[in-house]
């Protein structure tokens, strides 16, 4: 006999204090109830809403087009990236944190010539700096950035990136994977030819896909660049245009879930509303951790009010392992560090949450500090 599952059998879960997945509102769990034919008008009429609410959020019109592809995050970076940057092309990527490492190693492996800049990981992109490379290497086509670099939590400056790369007649490409949704971001604005981001990060959906809002016009001179078949984003966007229809089978339920998502993003009003939240959790965070002691990693000017990345206490009493599996039993779920340096751990401002979370979540630490015995946390 099986049990008859409870009615939110969700009450229990730990909350998500990560960069994604997030935890999601009870709304847009129950809106992926249902079971959906990826190629019946119903699933159709889903996908065009989407992609419609989607290009809203980006601040684009009709000379642009969001294309979605299955997957998480990082598909759709490579997606772009191998059919945006032509084969003859050459990208500049802008590295200050694990995500900019990731786009060279992407780079690397389909074969797109690059090359890159490298600040430390608390230090934004210095737009004079690419515009002597630009003006020095003729050959880049296009620039790769990223809005919020999720390693540190650092915002980096992409309108003056932006100015410096149409300065010099050249494409930028963004990840506004964690940003976007939160965060302005000028989608429309030149010389951006792409910005890719995905489901289950501030919009607040559940991982599965990943999308690009693209110019009309990068799009279109985009055939035959892309490395393989699944990652085709023209010919990902060329079906969608003649059918409604994804080329393979879609992430049904993840589509229902963003939908559901997007209207309590609008309900919530929009970017505006959802960024106000976060910086509202992300100050609770700051100001809560600091009175314990605890070290931010970076200045208060460089923090997105996306993800904390905190010094480890160097106290011998501290140890992470514990203050991650004790947090957890105290229903909060935190992120190790991932700067290449410097030993740390990050605590995300984002997903279904608000102050009152975030409060308990700096009363939980508080608790297991004191039972380790951490006298400092700096
Ligand atoms: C989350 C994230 C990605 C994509 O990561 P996935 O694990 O593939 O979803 C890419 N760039 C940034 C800046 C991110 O925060």
């Not at 997957?71 to 940057?85: D, K, N, P, R």
Request: with cysteine.
């Amino acid at each position: 006999m099986t049990a008859k599952p409870p009615a939110t059998p969700w009450t229990e879960d730990p909350i998500l204090l990560t960069p994604g997945p997030l935890t999601t509102s009870p709304g847009t769990k129950g809106a992926m109830l249902h079971d959906w034919g990826s190629r019946d008008p119903a699933f159709i009429e889903m996908t065009a809403r989407v992609c419609r609410r989607l290009l809203d959020l980006a601040g684009a019109g009709d000379a642009h087009a969001v294309v979605p592809i299955q997957g998480s995050g990082t598909f759709a970076v490579e997606a772009a990236i191998g059919t945006l940057v032509p084969r003859g092309g050459k990208a500049l990527v802008l590295i200050n944190g694990e995500y900019g490492r990731r786009i060279r190693h992407i780079c690397e492996i389909i074969g797109r010539d690059h090359d890159a800049l490298e600040w430390p990981e608390d230090t934004p992109p210095a737009p004079a700096e690419i515009a002597a490379k630009l003006e020095a290497d003729g050959a880049i086509s296009h620039v790769i950035a990223v809005h919020c670099e999720t390693t540190s939590g650092i915002l980096n400056p992409i309108p003056a990136i932006a100015r410096a790369v149409a300065g010099a007649g050249r494409r930028l490409l963004v990840d506004a994977m964690s940003s976007f949704g939160a965060l302005d971001l000028d989608c429309a604005a030149e010389p951006i030819d792409g910005v890719m981001a995905s489901a289950n990060k501030c919009l607040e959906g559940v991982p599965g896909i990943g999308f690009v809002v693209a110019r009309r016009r990068a799009l279109d001179a985009a055939a035959g660049n892309a490395p393989g078949l699944s990652l085709d984003l023209h010919d990902q966007w060329r079906a969608m245009e003649q059918s409604g229809q994804w080329r393979f089978t879609p992430p049904t339920h993840v589509v229902a879930g963003l939908d559901h998502a997007l209207a309590e993003h609008e309900a919530e009003g929009g970017i505006s509303g959802r960024g106000d939240r976060y910086r509202a959790n992300c100050r609770a965070l700051v100001g809560g951790m600091r009175a314990l002691g605890f070290k931010t990693y970076l200045a208060d000017d460089l923090q997105a009010p996306i993800i904390v990345t905190f010094h480890l206490p160097t106290d011998p009493s501290f140890d992470f392992e514990i203050f991650y599996g004790r947090l957890k039993d105290l229903g909060f779920i935190i992120y190790p560090g991932k700067l290449a340096a410097i030993p740390s751990f990050r605590i995300g401002c984002i997903g279904h949450i608000t102050e009152t979370e975030i409060k308990a979540a700096v009363a939980a630490v508080a608790t297991v500090i004191n039972e380790m015995g951490v006298k400092d946390c700096g």
